[in-house]
């Protein structure tokens, strides 16, 4: 392309390119503005559509009906439309409503250039955007108004009048602008371009004056060195073809070529090298002939030593060398046999170039002829040492050899059955010899038979005879093959199991059992009399048919059980049961054997039958009578062990010194009385107002733990109630509606003709509660009621031994009994005892002014001081009238005289009322003391307290007094 041409060319470009990026350009303005007026018919649609609703809900308020209603509002749209702008020069609203298959347009057009239609068909492709408001859409689109013509419409549903209503300007109006600005930006920059291009190829027309000079100079240079390539490529190409040709040749060769330069580096290879090697040539050039990676090794497996490399031999002598077999130890393929001939190749000058290497792969041959010599080998060492006697035949049939065993078996030297013809001599007894001719004539493969032998010495023998055709490569025959197996004893062995066979017949004819006998598909093949006489049926209706004929389903799957463990080789004896022909089950004693061929082959099994139905019907009535005896022993058995645990339950409770200690084994002593269930034992308090739980077993889940009275229906008719499934509505309350069990049990616990508690259980298992376990709980519940009620009676008699009535304090007798323990544990841990002595100040004069009454209010009130105040190992009692004792183990006596001191100000600050009565200010005197400083004993220390007691009293009272102050 010539520099001029160039040039109009980048003007061009420039001209193209300009116009694009403007158009561009107008484009994304254009697409601007039709984004802009989308939103500026949607803004205008809402306006509208809101000042719509205004005038429906004004004319709402009037009363009016609906039709009025709607003539009125648009009566009011009709005269807006007339007096509004336009927002374009196409652009206008309208308003439709639907009637039967039309679009009905309600307002006319303010723009008199366009008559408004009054109606449209539904179907018709025009309107598109007023049928989609009236369909209840809403959203803006590019399609046919009612005129025909292309619109930018936004539309939307009017609900309340069922009309639809679209703003709208045509499409023409919206581009014409935007083509107008394109024309004109178009003509205006041809016209600047023009100008441009003129100025530019003014500047540039002496430049490429200039170059077009420079370039016919550079032309000639270039004629001048195509001229010299050509002649250098044709010399090339020369090469090339002879290069071509030998390629095709080393290609065409069924021998690996391969050739090295003489430093040992692999330059050239043939396809068929590559094959042989496993290696292309890019990685054959990276290897040298002496490269220890090849592995190479002579025929004997020795290592090729570096003196004895070829290439190194014919370096030096200028000699090739044929026929040398050496070894390779390839990734690929393994070690290989290779035939290789080598000869050296010279250049003009007569010096050696490199050396050619011919080699062929003669792994495969090698192979083949070591197996043939094996097979040889191994087929001599068969034929000579074979127990079977074995002859070689011409293919007319003479003997041509022999082997030892053929010549012991009939006596015969191998002189003297060499020549003899085999099938008339040996086998002349034999006349059936038209298969052996076969075998012969090559019309047969091999041929077996069993023949007799007549050998020298006059006796005969028995043979299994096989004759065999050996073939050649092209499948002509070479020689016949006969192979005798002397099978005398054998035929002999059959002849006495004939004989053997007949008389055990007869023995099994006249037996007892009866006898059946099965093949290998399970049909019947024999049966003897008695066989028929215990079924009821014809020989002929037994023969054939297959055992699982006579039995039913039951026992169809227990004989192919057992039928497969004969199979396995399996002697059994079993008892089975069989149909008979009138119906009756026949049972039956069978003793098993299978039965195998001479090749170990299962053929079938034989079975010696004895009827045992009397014995079954016997044994079956006793082994009912044994059930029963068995479930009654079981039953037996469970009484017993439930009466045992219910002693041990009655043990454990007796044995407990306190009520919460019976509540705490009374979960792990019920739990085995029912094990299939879960329970719970409930105690009502002493109000009668609630049940709560005071020991659970098993899965807690079924009832509440914590409930009124009235939520059981055992409690409310004082009798055991049994719930269940099938009654769903008479569950207890408390039982829990999302996890009901299958049953449940409740069993009020009666003490003194009062209910102390309940006793309650349920399962999953509807049998875990049946009758006699109904019977046996509400003997449990009996036992638990009884012993609570005891241990409850016991422990309130002792708390009554203890307790001061009136108080809730300890007593005196109970603090004497506690002083020898309290004693023996601080000389046994060396601890301090602390001794608090009270007495109430002016007790008497509380007596004689607001009376007794009023005296036991106010000892009760400090004991409350006094329980509330003390710790739980400490003791408090009352010694004697207003005197009241604390017993502080592990406390000293600083301590002591400070929680003295804190009692003092609480009795100090009580605030008593009687009967609506103040009855003043209440003080306490207190003597303090501590063992072991004031005492060896704890009524020496008594005694000391009560001292000081009297000090305070005597140093004004409402103080505490404590030694060594």
Not at 484 to 491: F, L, S, Y
Not at 668 to 677: E, G, I, Q, V
């Amino acid at each position: 392309m010539q520099h001029k041409q160039r040039l109009w060319l980048l003007i061009i470009n420039m001209t193209t390119v300009s116009l694009v990026v403007a158009s561009i350009g107008i484009f994304s303005l254009y697409q601007i503005s039709f984004r802009q007026q989308e939103e500026r018919l949607q803004e205008i649609l809402d306006s509208e559509i809101r000042l719509i609703n205004a005038i429906v809900n004004q004319e709402a308020t009037k009363n009016l009906s609906l039709k009025k209603q709607e003539e009125n509002t648009l009566k009011i749209l009709q005269n807006a439309n007339q007096s509004c702008k336009n927002f374009a020069k196409t652009g206008q609203i309208n308003l439709a409503k639907k009637e039967d298959n039309l679009i009905i347009y309600l307002l006319t057009n303010c723009n008199e250039k366009f008559k408004q239609p009054v109606f449209i068909d539904w179907k018709s492709k025009f309107g598109v955007p007023s049928r989609a408001a009236l369909k209840g859409e809403s959203g803006t689109t590019i399609d046919l108004d009612y005129r025909g013509v292309k619109v930018l419409a936004a539309y939307q549903p009017i609900e309340k009048l069922k009309w639809g209503i679209v703003a709208k300007i045509d499409l023409v109006e919206l581009r014409s602008p935007f083509i107008r600005i394109t024309i004109y930006t178009a003509i205006i920059g041809l016209i600047i371009n023009s100008f441009g291009a003129s100025f530019f190829i003014k500047l540039t027309y002496p430049m490429l004056k200039k170059l077009e000079k420079s370039e016919l100079d550079n032309r000639n240079i270039n004629k001048q060195l195509q001229q010299e390539i050509i002649e250098r490529s044709n010399i090339e190409n020369a090469l090339q073809q002879e290069i071509n040709i030998l390629a095709k040749i080393m290609e065409l060769n069924q021998v690996g070529i391969v050739l090295v330069n003489p430093q040992g580096k692999i330059i050239l290879a043939s396809g068929k090298a590559e094959q042989i090697l496993g290696l292309s040539k890019e990685e054959m050039s990276q290897l040298s002939p002496n490269d220890p990676r090849w592995d190479l090794r002579d025929y004997d497996g020795n290592v090729v030593q570096e003196n004895d490399l070829m290439a190194k031999k014919i370096l030096e002598t200028k000699q090739p060398i044929y026929d040398q077999i050496r070894t390779l130890n390839l990734d690929q393929k393994g070690r290989i046999f290779l035939s290789i001939n080598a000869a050296p190749i010279f250049d003009h000058q007569e010096q050696i170039k490199g050396v050619l290497y011919a080699f062929e792969d003669i792994t495969q041959q090698l192979l083949s002829q070591k197996e043939l010599s094996q097979r040889e080998a191994q087929f001599r060492a068969i034929f000579e040492k074979s127990v079977l006697g074995i002859a070689l035949l011409n293919l007319a049939g003479k003997i041509i050899k022999t082997n030892n065993s053929l010549q012991i078996m009939l006596d015969y030297a191998e002189e003297e059955l060499l020549n003899l013809d085999f099938q008339q001599t040996i086998c002349s007894y034999e006349q059936n010899n038209q298969e052996f001719q076969a075998v012969i004539n090559g019309e047969i493969e091999f041929h077996q038979s069993e023949k007799r032998f007549f050998c020298k010495n006059g006796n005969s023998i028995w043979g299994n005879l096989i004759v065999s055709l050996i073939k050649d490569s092209n499948n002509k025959g070479l020689f016949i093959v006969a192979i005798i197996e002397d099978i005398t004893q054998r035929k002999q062995s059959e002849l006495d199991l004939q004989e053997s066979e007949q008389k055990y017949r007869n023995m099994i004819e006249t037996a007892h059992e009866g006898v059946w006998i099965i093949d290998n598909n399970n049909k019947t093949t024999f049966v003897n009399q008695r066989m028929l006489e215990m079924l009821g049926y014809q020989e002929e209706e037994m023969l054939g048919k297959e055992l699982l004929y006579f039995t039913d389903e039951q026992g169809k799957k227990m004989a192919l059980a057992n039928i497969e463990r004969r199979r396995q080789g399996i002697k059994e004896q079993h008892e089975f049961k069989f149909i008979h022909k009138d119906g009756r089950e026949i049972w039956t004693l069978i003793a098993t054997n299978p039965l195998f061929d001479s090749a170990k082959n299962y053929t079938g099994a034989l079975g010696l039958l004895s009827d045992i139905t009397e014995h079954k019907i016997i044994e079956k009535a006793l082994q009912k009578t044994n059930e029963k005896l068995k479930q009654y022993v079981k039953e037996l058995q469970a009484h017993n062990r439930e009466r045992d645990l219910l002693n041990r339950l009655n043990e454990f409770i007796q044995a407990c010194v306190t009520v919460r200690e019976a509540y705490g084994v009374l979960g792990d002593l019920l739990a085995p009385l029912f094990p299939d269930c879960s329970g719970a034992v409930f105690i009502i308090n002493n109000s009668n107002t609630l049940v709560e739980a005071v020991t659970i077993w098993g899965e807690n889940s079924f009832t509440e733990k914590i409930f009124s009275p009235a939520e059981c229906w055992g409690l409310r008719h004082g009798y055991i109630h049994l719930s269940n499934q099938a009654y769903h509505s008479l569950f207890c309350p408390h039982t829990k509606e999302n996890n009901q069990p299958n049953i449940s049990l409740c069993l009020p616990m009666m003490a003194q003709s009062k209910s102390i508690g309940l006793l309650y259980l349920a399962c999953k298992n509807n049998h875990a509660i049946d009758e006699h376990k109904q019977q046996f709980a509400r003997t449990v519940a009996e036992n638990i009621s009884l012993n609570i009620a005891n241990l409850q009676l016991r422990e309130s008699l002792h708390q009554s031994s203890i307790r001061d009535a009136l108080t809730g304090l300890f007593n005196r007798r109970y603090l004497e009994e506690s002083l020898e323990r309290e004693l023996y544990l601080a000389q046994r841990k060396k601890y301090t005892v602390g001794v608090i002595m009270i007495d109430i100040d002016h007790f008497k004069r509380f007596n004689d002014t607001f009376g007794h009454d009023a005296g036991d209010y106010v000892l009760k009130e400090v004991a409350k001081v006094l329980k509330n105040d003390v710790r739980k190992g400490d003791i408090a009692c009352r010694y004697g009238g207003e005197e009241l004792t604390i017993i502080m183990p592990e406390v000293d006596l600083n301590h002591t005289f400070n929680r003295a001191e804190q009692i003092r100000q609480q009795i100090e600050q009580l605030e008593l009322k009687h009967h609506e009565q103040l009855l003043g200010q209440i003080t306490a005197s207190f003597g303090v003391a501590c063992y072991p400083e004031d005492g060896k004993t704890l009524e020496k220390v008594l005694q000391i307290a009560d001292n000081y007691l009297y000090q305070a009293k005597k140093q004004g009272r409402n103080c505490v007094i404590k030694s060594r102050i």
